[in-house]
Structure formats: structure tokens, C-alpha cells
């Protein structure tokens, strides 16, 4: 229930939020996924939104297949990233994260947290299953946020999963996951009162 009611945000607003994405300072996070993952390999984008990051990835040598939960959000990608027309795809969490084939790494960038904790274990379940071997999964997550009421819920509807870091390292660690790094970084928006976790995993 509470992905559909974000998703349902993200297909009403697809227009404007890709083109706060595209605006974003993502630099820290873009330069962090050229170090977590070796050129050349077979990536998989969970919510790759705006196509902003699957982009950057494909212009730096890599092989990138994204997927997002919001229909709209994919169409709009497709037109502002013509190089992704072939390489994305629409997939709702936690079930339809299934593959015919294993990827040599994983990310999801301010995705995962918009998860019930439930699906968000069989996610990572699944994140770490469709790996190869040393495959290593990099995700970022909102840490912090002064913008959601008690029920977890912001104004837009859109449902945000806080947990403390020891907890997200805790829910990797459980399905095999060996936790390579951590970093706590500030919004990317410049927005006050958000905080974000980046983790990076080897299976």
C-alpha cells in the first residue's frame, strides 16, 4: 500500500520531477558509482526516475538496464535519454525483481526507502539473488527527514521508510551481504532537514 500511493505521486507529477532530477547535484553520488563498480560491467538501476543516473553510467562505458515502478516517469526518460529507449523498463517492488540473467552490479538511488520494511527485506533478498558472485550493490536512502508525519507519510503523499543506519546495515548483513562502506551525505536539492545513507555491499 505504500508504494502504490507513491507511485501514484510520481505518475501525476512525472514532468516536473524529472526535470528537478536532471537539476540536481548528484556529482558526489555519480563519482561514487564510477569507483563501486569496475567499466564494462552488466549494472542493474533500481528507480531510475529521470534516466539521469542510467545515462551518466552508459556515457562512461557501462551496461546499464534501469527500471521504475512509474510508467509515465520511464516514457519521459526515454525522451530526454534517446540512448536509453531499449534499456528501460517498468517493474513494481518487491515481486517483479526477476531476471533471466545476473548482473555484476546493482544500484538504486532514493528508491528503496519508499518501501513498507517487509518489501524492503525481500527486496535486498532479491538485490543480492540476481548477483553474480563478488557482485557488489550500492543504494542511497533518505537517513533523516524533518518532512513526514508519525505514519511515515510526507504532504505529497508519498510514504518514506526511516531507519537508523545500523538497521539498514543489519537488513543487508541478514540476506549474506558484506558491507564495504557507509557515508552520510547532504541533500543533492539543498534541502534542509533531509540526510542521506549511501551504502555500498559485495555478495
Not at 558526489?28 to 533500481?46: G, R
Not at 517483479?96 to 532514493?110: E, Q, R, T, V
Not at 505529497?156 to 521508510?161: A, D, E, I, N, S
Request: charged letters at 25%.
Amino acid at each position: 500500500m505504500e508504494y502504490s500511493h507513491t507511485i501514484t505521486y510520481y505518475e501525476n507529477n512525472s514532468s516536473s520531477l524529472i526535470t528537478q532530477y536532471e537539476l540536481a547535484n548528484v556529482d558526489k553520488v555519480q563519482n561514487l558509482l564510477l569507483k563501486t563498480f569496475s567499466t564494462n560491467s552488466k549494472l542493474l538501476e533500481i528507480g531510475c526516475g529521470s534516466g539521469r543516473d542510467a545515462g551518466f553510467m552508459i556515457q562512461n562505458n557501462y551496461n546499464v538496464i534501469g527500471i521504475d515502478g512509474s510508467k509515465k516517469m520511464i516514457e519521459e526518460a526515454k525522451m530526454i535519454h534517446p540512448e536509453l529507449s531499449q534499456r528501460l523498463f517498468h517493474s513494481i517492488l518487491p515481486n517483479n525483481l526477476k531476471f533471466d540473467k545476473k548482473f555484476d552490479g546493482i544500484y538504486s538511488i532514493a528508491t528503496l526507502m519508499h518501501l513498507s520494511k517487509n518489501d524492503l527485506k525481500q527486496t535486498i533478498k532479491n538485490i543480492y539473488n540476481i548477483l553474480n558472485l563478488n557482485g557488489r550493490f550500492l543504494m542511497s536512502v533518505s537517513l533523516f527527514r524533518d518532512d513526514i508525519g508519525e505514519n511515515g507519510f510526507d504532504k505529497k503523499g508519498r510514504f518514506f521508510l526511516v531507519l537508523k543506519i545500523d538497521e539498514w546495515i543489519e537488513i543487508c548483513e541478514s540476506v549474506g551481504f558484506r558491507i564495504i562502506e557507509t557515508k552520510i551525505n547532504k541533500d543533492g536539492l539543498n534541502r534542509d532537514g533531509i540526510e542521506w545513507l549511501t551504502l555500498i555491499a559485495k555478495k
